[in-house]
């Protein structure tokens, strides 16, 4: 019996954030993140970084990173935050995958699966589907896989997800591998690799590579599966993937055992010797890669392949060792291919041993195992799958070209007589409109770009940043260190808000919220609490689902600190409200200061820095207003008392919902 040497076929497992912005940022970001999250709150916030952090681990730390994301999942059930739970989910099934333990991935994927159902997000959806699918194919359930592609690939085409339909494609070309159409299979790796370059998605052009190359490998074409191999090791390495990079040199591993095969064939013990060594090394690389990330389905893997190796050269006692090693962790995972592949080795084994009742034992394993892999009922389903997604893909084509077809016919049938001078008409009333249009998005993007530099230059005053320093430098000489490292950490997190919410137009109310409290929060401290300010908010109001402009009331605030307390000899107070009216949201924000009168004359007479809140809102508003039917709305007055002395500013927005 010949040796069966095992090619791994990438499977798209992908771990994309869409609206949580939670990518790769370096290991000083990492560092940045594990500072700050002592000081933060049990909010939706602290959630958004230990989610961070777990996906910082993902790639390189699996166990870290399956330790941060069941944090976030604990609170994100402790604050009530349906997308924080659905995102935990997500990373705990991540986590628990990239270490090879499928039965607990699973679980985790199809409660995720649940969640974003239940908060209809198609997208996520649709990712949790194909995750699934992958996972049930690692399982050796091919079926059950198939199933979760179609239903998967069917809403990506629906809502042209771009990434989602290349990945779809090379899971059921990999599922077509492993039941042993590799006619089918090339096919669809080459629509994948096609859209992935298409798209430039490097990773999945990589995986998409190195699948086609184990193609190309089984069928002893090796020059050109080394070609399709290198090409997608370059890749991974830039790309620091070191899953990947490992299938990839054990792969590569595999080709030498055919070569030496090949060798052992021709009599050449030298170049068999050769082949063997190293691919020898290149399996023992990769089970280190496998168990730095405490991958144990690869490392399942891997050392089936050395055990191979090591049966081909007669070293049974090592043979058997690795081996076993193999088994155990395969069953572990539960992983039907892995252990098939384990009994079809141990028959082997102990057939070379002369223990021919053990081999035939194994070998009985190996066939029933196999049998429940690759039978003909499990293939058939599969097919007609495929057939009906097929089906269905040509009756909704052939849909739209009916109805297509009907409308040129109508057309076709209207009144001859007015289509040359409607032709002509149109032509005239499309140039205009196309010129007339295109200069006025030209003039508003300009104005717009403009905008926004002035807006993140005005939106935190100098002096402000120029004070806060000053109160940290006082903290520091005064041997305070503890009020030192609040104020720079609060400091920082208000920067960093200002800067991700000043490139959006809009951002939620609960956003908008955080950077309130923490710019007030600092005002107080900088002013040695001289300053009290509320925050109301209406109960009907959700923050997480209203959006607003950002940084709308941030330079009245300012405006009331920094000139309309002066001269005031009580404790300065600051009010703002938000509640619903008639459909908008209403913020007011009401001071006890000298009134906005008296203070635009003491900042002439004193001041050298001129506020620009009221031109900068305005023109906010004007530019903002421009592609909306119900227009913001904002207004500042003076509180006069009886005696019609003034006692403080108001200053009013209505922006609808």
């Not at 085409?157 to 090379?170: A, F, G, L, P, S």
């Not at 809102?617 to 007055?637: A, C, D, G, H, W």
Request: glycine share 4%; with cysteine; net charge positive.
């Amino acid at each position: 019996m010949r040796i069966q040497k095992q090619i791994l076929y990438i499977f798209f497992f992908i771990f994309i954030l869409n609206g949580y912005d939670i990518f790769s940022q370096g290991q000083s970001k990492l560092d940045s993140l594990l500072k700050l999250l002592p000081y933060d709150k049990n909010d939706t916030n602290k959630v958004r970084h230990l989610l961070y952090i777990a996906d910082e681990y993902a790639v390189t730390d699996p166990i870290k990173s399956l330790d941060y994301s069941q944090k976030a999942l604990n609170l994100a059930f402790q604050v009530n935050w349906g997308r924080g739970i659905a995102v935990s989910y997500f990373r705990v099934g991540q986590s628990y995958y990239a270490q090879g333990n499928f039965l607990k991935a699973l679980e985790y994927k199809k409660k995720e699966l649940k969640k974003w159902e239940e908060l209809k997000f198609d997208q996520w959806i649709c990712g949790a589907l194909a995750e699934i699918g992958v996972i049930y194919s690692d399982l050796g359930k091919n079926v059950e896989a198939m199933e979760y592609y179609v239903a998967s690939l069917k809403l990506a085409e629906k809502n042209d997800y771009k990434i989602r339909i290349v990945t779809n494609q090379c899971n059921m070309a990999s599922l077509y591998c492993t039941q042993g159409d590799t006619v089918k299979a090339m096919e669809y790796y080459q629509k994948s690799l096609d859209n992935s370059r298409k798209f430039g998605l490097l990773n999945y052009e990589a995986e998409n590579l190195t699948n086609i190359g184990n193609i190309y490998n089984n069928r002893k074409n090796l020059t050109v599966a080394t070609e399709y191999y290198f090409k997608a090791q370059d890749i991974f390495k830039n790309l620091n993937n070191k899953i990947n990079t490992a299938i990839i040199l054990g792969n590569i591993g595999g080709m030498y055992q055919y070569r030496g095969d090949s060798a052992r064939t021709a009599g050449n013990n030298f170049l068999v010797k050769k082949y063997s060594d190293k691919s020898l090394d290149l399996f023992f690389q990769a089970l280190a890669l496998s168990e730095e990330l405490g991958n144990i389905f690869l490392q399942a893997n891997f050392t089936g392949n050395i055990a191979a190796v090591y049966i081909i050269e007669k070293k049974f006692s090592e043979a058997e060792h690795y081996l076993k090693r193999s088994l155990e962790l395969a069953n572990q995972t539960k992983a039907i291919q892995e252990i098939s592949i384990a009994y079809q080795r141990y028959a082997d084994l102990y057939k070379k041993q002369g223990k021919f009742e053990k081999a035939l034992l194994y070998y009985e394993y190996f066939v029933s195992s196999k049998d429940s892999i690759t039978n003909e009922a499990s293939k058939n389903q599969i097919a007609e799958m495929q057939i009906k997604y097929e089906t269905e893909k040509k009756e909704n084509e052939n849909k739209i070209l009916t109805r297509q077809n009907e409308l040129q016919s109508l057309q076709l049938k209207n009144n001859q007589y007015f289509i040359a001078g409607l032709i002509i008409i149109l032509i005239f009333v499309i140039a205009f409109a196309f010129l007339f249009i295109r200069q006025n998005k030209i003039k508003a993007r300009q104005k717009a770009l403009q905008f926004e530099q002035k807006l993140l230059r005005t939106q935190m005053n100098p002096h402000f940043i120029f004070n806060s320093l000053a109160s940290i430098e006082s903290f520091i000489y005064e041997q305070q260190p503890k009020e030192a490292g609040m104020y720079l950490s609060k400091f920082a997190q208000l920067m960093r808000l200002i800067l991700e919410n000043s490139k959006s137009e809009y951002i939620t109310l609960a956003q908008e919220l955080d950077t309130l409290n923490f710019y007030l929060s600092l005002q107080k401290m900088r002013l040695n609490e001289q300053l009290d300010y509320t925050i109301e908010i209406e109960p009907a109001l959700n923050p997480d689902h209203i959006y607003i402009p950002p940084m709308l009331t941030q330079p009245f605030i300012e405006n009331a600190i920094e000139h309309g307390f002066r001269g005031i000899k009580e404790t300065g107070c600051i009010h703002i409200r938000f509640r619903l009216v008639n459909e908008s949201i209403e913020v007011q924000i009401t001071d006890n200061g000298i009134g906005m009168t008296q203070s635009q004359q003491q900042k002439d007479l004193h001041s050298v820095h001129k506020s620009m809140a009221l031109q900068i809102t305005r023109e906010r508003l004007n530019i903002l207003n421009k592609s909306k039917k119900q227009k913001m709305y904002f207004n500042v007055t003076d509180i006069m008392n009886e005696q019609n002395i003034c006692k403080g500013t108001k200053v009013l927005f209505l922006i609808p919902v």
